[in-house]
């Protein structure tokens, strides 16, 4: 059977031409395709990958695991073993103010129960979230996206929503008494990668604590390591009320978190079962997750980020570009015009990198590698990516 013909017609498309690459097997920073072809993943399955693909330690926990339970019971009743480790270790890592963690499966789920944890909580409706951010593609995280081609084609989306441009100190008077939360990415990824100005996620902070809105920080992207501390809130010196986590959190499982105090959580126990989950924190996720975190702590992977950053701008600093944006291991490489990114990503896969462009930049490609990479593989790499930029 031709899995190329099942899979764009069985399988649901939402783009006009998906990559369609069969892949047999990945490992490491590599993914192997069907016809023996290996290809570099700069992308780490955005960002999901931190550890590689196929940790032998968390494909060792995912084996331990499920040799003893999958799905048990809904999220929260019975004590599963690896969603109580996995909680306290997080715990462990965190702020005493991020101690409760609420598992969920993914990261637009992670921001769904976080507004409405914050709604909840300040018995406020409005909430504010900024302009060019992804949060996720469910109707609560798609309505926190200002982008008219989006929401217009699946309104009505959720009422009362302000936005303001990340970066831009005038318009923090936009959050008032009336706001109940504030989500934000310190680093805005889909946007192109775009870093916090100097004092602005501290500004932020100040006018969520002067109005009594609660700040939600979104690590989907930035989380475990990619930018050189387990999360960005640590390398900019801003805890926020809630924070949100999915993408790495799994080890490459499904998993994702919203977390909070104890006493904002509590909330969500009137009514009884605010907020509830099937699988939320399956257990075999959660034991993969748990395995992967100790591999970045155990292995230092934090540490080298920054130096193979640096490598990679050095390496890539002679290359037909216009900038290269961003932190640790969450790079953008301009390159000015879509049709020549649109070139740059079909070459890409010719010559064996997976990469990709941003969904509110188009002009930009994402290096956002496994961790693990090594300095010799990024010099591999470079070399390979500045052959195909002079050529797009
Ligand atoms: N938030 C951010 C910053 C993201 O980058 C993403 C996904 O790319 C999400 C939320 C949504 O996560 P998920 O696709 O797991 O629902």
């Known amino acids: 059977m031709n899995l190329r013909h099942l899979f764009l017609t069985y399988q649901a498309q939402t783009s006009p031409s998906p990559v369609g690459i069969e892949i047999e097997r990945a490992e490491g920073i590599y993914m192997y395709g069907a016809d023996g072809k290996r290809y570099t993943d700069l992308i780490a399955g955005v960002s999901v990958s931190a550890v590689g693909h196929c940790h032998p330690k968390v494909v060792e926990a995912v084996r331990e695991q499920t040799s003893k339970y999958m799905h048990l019971m809904v999220y929260g009743e019975f004590i599963q073993s690896p969603q109580a480790r996995y909680a306290a270790r997080l715990a462990s890592l965190l702020p005493v103010e991020l101690s409760n963690i609420y598992f969920v499966n993914s990261g637009s789920e992670a921001n769904e129960g976080a507004v409405k944890l914050a709604k909840r909580f300040t018995g406020r409706s409005e909430t504010v979230a900024c302009n060019r951010a992804y949060h996720g593609s469910t109707q609560g995280a798609m309505s926190l996206m200002n982008d008219r081609r989006f929401q217009n084609a699946f309104r009505p989306l959720l009422p009362e929503v302000r936005f303001i441009d990340f970066n831009n100190f005038e318009q923090l008077p936009i959050i008032t008494e009336q706001t109940a939360c504030v989500l934000v990415e310190p680093v805005q990824g889909e946007a192109?990668?775009?870093?916090?100005?100097?004092?602005?996620?501290?500004?932020?902070?100040?006018?969520?604590?002067?109005?009594?809105?609660?700040?939600?920080?979104?690590?989907?992207?930035?989380?475990?390591?990619?930018?050189?501390?387990?999360?960005?809130?640590?390398?900019?010196?801003?805890?926020?009320?809630?924070?949100?986590?999915?993408?790495?959190?799994?080890?490459?499982?499904?998993?994702?978190?919203?977390?909070?105090?104890?006493?904002?959580?509590?909330?969500?126990?009137?009514?009884?079962?605010?907020?509830?989950?099937?699988?939320?924190?399956?257990?075999?996720?959660?034991?993969?997750?748990?395995?992967?975190?100790?591999?970045?702590?155990?292995?230092?992977?934090?540490?080298?980020?920054?130096?193979k950053s640096r490598l990679f701008r050095k390496l890539l600093s002679d290359a037909e570009i216009e900038e290269i944006r961003g932190d640790g291991l969450l790079l953008?490489?301009?390159?000015?015009?879509?049709?020549?990114?649109?070139?740059?990503?079909?070459?890409?896969?010719?010559?064996?990198?997976?990469?990709?462009?941003?969904?509110?930049?188009?002009?930009?490609?994402?290096?956002?590698?496994?961790?693990?990479?090594?300095?010799?593989?990024?010099?591999?790499?470079?070399q390979t990516l500045k052959s195909i930029i002079k050529s797009s």
Not at 347 to 376: C, E, K, M, V
């Open 192 to 307: 192109g990668v775009i870093l916090p100005a100097k004092g602005y996620l501290q500004a932020l902070r100040e006018r969520c604590s002067q109005t009594g809105t609660l700040l939600i920080f979104d690590e989907i992207q930035t989380g475990f390591g990619r930018l050189g501390k387990l999360f960005a809130m640590e390398r900019y010196g801003v805890v926020p009320d809630i924070l949100t986590l999915a993408k790495s959190l799994g080890g490459g499982m499904p998993l994702g978190a919203f977390i909070a105090s104890k006493a904002i959580m509590n909330v969500l126990q009137s009514p009884a079962l605010g907020h509830i989950t099937t699988f939320g924190g399956h257990p075999v996720s959660c034991a993969a997750g748990l395995a992967a975190l100790e591999v970045i702590l155990s292995d230092n992977l934090m540490k080298s980020v920054e130096s």
């Open 332 to 382: 953008a490489v301009e390159l000015g015009k879509p049709e020549r990114l649109a070139k740059f990503i079909e070459l890409a896969y010719q010559n064996g990198i997976a990469t990709d462009w941003f969904l509110f930049n188009d002009t930009s490609f994402r290096i956002s590698p496994p961790l693990i990479i090594t300095s010799q593989q990024i010099e591999e790499t470079c």
